[in-house]
């Protein structure tokens, strides 16, 4: 299921924005995505749904793009660590 969402703009204003950036509604999504992953209301697996990415990796780079930070908490840092370790001993 999707959900589709209308706005309306003054013409000049429409054009104008379609002048700077093109394709205004896969602009709008775009900024959807960054900010909605900025504001923690969505992960990164749900911007690559939005998006359309195949991988994580477009999603990242998407972001990076973006001015947006990752969603990496020091818990998560830990983990990571203790996996490497954990394959270094191997």
Request: hydrophobic share 40%; no cysteine; net charge negative.
């Amino acid at each position: 299921m999707s959900t589709n969402i209308a706005i309306e703009l003054p013409d000049d204003i429409a054009r104008a924005l379609r002048e700077k950036w093109g394709d205004l509604s896969q602009h709008t999504i775009e900024a959807l995505a960054a900010e909605g992953y900025r504001a923690r209301a969505l992960s990164g697996a749900q911007v690559q749904r939005m998006l359309g990415f195949e991988t994580r990796i477009e999603v990242d780079a998407f972001l990076k793009q973006h001015g947006v930070y990752l969603n990496y908490t020091e818990t998560e840092l830990e983990k990571d660590l203790a996996t490497l370790q954990q394959l270094r001993g191997q």
